[in-house]
């Protein structure tokens, strides 16, 4: 089966710096992949989104990369805010498969 | 709100007592779909489904987990004979199938603490 993982890493980052989150995937079949953010009490949010067709896609302050030869994938945020600050999630696999997340923490 | 609401957000319950969790999709989406989240991890596959047909199980599933959707709008997760193991957020996520795309939007979840 797919992994999910057994422990968060964390980011720490200064208010205003850029934020790059990485995510691996083991599913080469995988042809969508989606970025999700989680706050705390709340369920995962999208956030962006990119085909395999692609290797970048630019949003509103963030990017998504794609590699497809390592199977890797990675979330850009620009000039990191506050309001950032949640687990973060890769969602592949038929889109049933979630990575193990990062909690992403701004400081002040 | 027409976003997906679940219901209720917790619940405490005993060790052998079966639960019940209710899920309202947004209105239009055709793909509901259940996962199990614990402290620390990403959201895990239960099951979906397209419209009314169960369409995927995982093998978390176990026997005592059964998942409906009767008229294709809201979805019922029973656990029977719960045990301490099963305590977990409970989520529950809709779609709408378009273009191959499947950005899911997640409800708040049900909390679930076995005792």
Known sequence: ?108 | DTGVSQDPRHKITKRGQNVTFRCDPISEHNRLYWYRQTLGQGPEFLTYFQNEAQLEKSRLLSDRFSAERPKGSFSTLEIQRTEQGDSAMYLCASSLSRGGKVEQYFGPGTRLTVT
């Not at chain 1, 497809?68 to 805010?81: F, M, R």
Request: one cysteine or more; hydrophobic letters at 35%; proline letters at 5%.
């Open chain 1, 1 to 108: 089966g797919e992994s999910v993982g057994l422990h968060l890493p964390t980011l720490s980052v200064q208010e205003g710096d850029n934020s790059i989150i990485n995510c691996a995937y083991s599913n080469s079949a995988s042809d969508y992949f989606i970025w999700y953010k989680q706050e705390s009490g709340k369920g995962p949010q999208f956030i962006i989104d990119i085909r395999s067709n692609m290797d970048k896609r630019q949003g509103q302050r963030v990017t998504v990369l794609l590699n497809k030869t390592v199977k890797h994938l990675s979330l850009q945020i620009a000039a990191t805010q506050p309001g950032d600050s949640a687990v973060y999630f890769c969602n592949y696999g038929q889109n049933f498969v979630f990575g193990p997340g990062t909690r992403l923490s701004v400081l002040p």
